[in-house]
């Protein structure tokens, strides 16, 4: 299988963590979203031009949730991705939220803070990085109330729905995510970098 990647992509963060965590490996295609012809060759592929995008055979999926879950569908004895139809259903219901809702969030951040200045030129606006403020601390409260009284997202151990969710914390220092309110968020994300996916998935800025 072949994946088009690149590192510094939360979305594909969230395929290489669950594939760490399943034992499957890709063939791996960076893209470089500053280059005009990389861009060209991810568009033939995904009409989004956007990242992730998997190739299995004659078989191209996008949607980074979408590839989690068809990697642990065909992975026998997997755990991360649930049988019983509630509690699969309880781990798309994180899964959907995490793209939904906390990513988007986050997404403000990363913008204002790492990319606009390197695409546009121009410096963070304060009424944006207001929005985003805003946006987040309705996302992470619902989280952390969440992780009140559990160690994981959904269930007993860790799911696709806690890779899906954890993902864009990778920005979490760099984008300045204002998230010191939120000590359950908190702790459980520190035990998501205690995984061996995490920290094999991780890459140096």
Known sequence: MQLYYNHYSSNTRRVLLAADHLGI??????????????????????????????????????????????????????????????????????????????????????????????VTGQDADPKEVARGEADLAEAARVLDQHLATRRWLAGDGVTLADYAVAAPLMYKDRAHLPLDAYPHLLAWFERIQALPAWQRTAHEW
């Open 25 to 118: 490996d890709f063939d791996l295609i960076q893209i470089n979203l500053a280059s005009q012809d990389d861009r060209r060759r991810l568009g033939e592929v995904n009409p989004n031009a956007k990242l992730p995008v998997l190739i299995d055979g004659d078989f191209i999926l996008w949607e980074s949730c979408a590839i989690m879950q068809y990697l642990a569908e065909g992975t026998p004895g997997q755990t991360v991705w649930p049988q019983e139809r509630r509690a699969r259903a309880d781990v798309s219901r994180w899964m959907f939220w995490a793209c939904q809702h906390f990513a988007p969030a986050i997404g403000v951040f990363t913008w204002e803070y790492l990319w606009k200045k390197f």
